[in-house]
């Protein structure tokens, strides 16, 4: 459960996080102005951007959970018995990486917007709500039910804070976040299929020394990254082009 919790953490540090802390500035400075139709577009923009990542996060870790386990953690004590085990938490727990990353952003608009307390009650109710799922779960699923109590109670959270927000701005733009996800969700579709035709044709590594091991995890996870990128480009993936926009920028500013 704890392995799989931090991969699942991993993704959210690296973008979500950054992605939370560059905005909530502009939309602290658009509340003050009075300008909440600004706030909404600024949200969806940013929900668009982690929900881009966290959906392909999602089903990466979901669909090669195990090849990543093994590239990642298996070698000495941790057997291929512990990467199987690891492997199903992870799954669980993966599929609530893109419930995670919205709640990030929705508590930023909360935050933005001066109300400290609806967050923190929201989060009171999410711990309720993941005791009671874990309680019922975890008789029959062991830690994948704790697993899965993890990814429905931040699936709770993530409904209850969008709903309290509609209340606040009029309008989140849930159309616009919904086209661009989905459009995401198509592009991992292609993606998932590559990895694992990989993890197929490279299965025979899988069972050789810890160095062969490692190769159906790293060709289907590569497979998958590149297989994402230019299905999200034949998409026309507006938050792609806006990633690769500002990483260009950043490289030019350095240079």
């Not at 669909?63 to 018995?81: K, M, S, T, Y």
Request: proline share 2%; with cysteine.
């Amino acid at each position: 459960f704890g392995w799989a919790l931090r991969l699942c953490d991993f993704p959210q540090g690296i973008f979500v996080m950054a992605l939370q802390s560059a905005t909530l500035p502009s939309l602290s400075l658009l509340v003050a102005r009075g300008e909440h139709a600004e706030v909404a577009k600024t949200f969806a923009y940013g929900m668009r951007l982690a929900l881009f990542v966290a959906i392909a996060a999602s089903v990466l870790l979901v669909v090669l959970a195990e090849p990543i386990v093994v590239v990642i953690f298996q070698r000495g004590q941790f057997d291929a018995e512990s990467a199987r085990e690891t492997a199903k938490a992870l799954m669980a727990q993966g599929v609530g990486i893109w419930t995670v990353a919205a709640v990030r952003q929705l508590v930023g608009v909360y935050y933005a917007l001066g109300d400290t307390r609806t967050p923190v009650v929201v989060a009171a109710l999410d711990l309720a709500v993941f005791v009671l799922l874990a309680l019922a779960l975890k008789g029959s699923l062991g830690r994948v039910g704790v697993s899965l109590a993890v990814s429905g109670a931040s699936a709770a959270q993530m409904c209850l804070l969008w709903f309290g927000l509609r209340k606040k701005l009029g309008d989140t733009r849930l159309r616009e976040i919904a086209i661009s996800a989905l459009r995401t969700l198509a592009a991992c579709v292609p993606a998932a299929a590559a990895g694992l035709v990989l993890v197929h044709y490279t299965a025979d590594f899988g069972r050789g020394n810890a160095v062969a091991r490692l190769v159906p995890g790293i060709a289907a996870g590569a497979a998958f990254g590149l297989t994402f990128l230019a299905a999200a480009r034949l998409f026309r993936s507006e938050e792609l082009a806006a990633l690769t926009s500002g990483i260009s920028r950043r490289r030019r500013s350095k240079a």
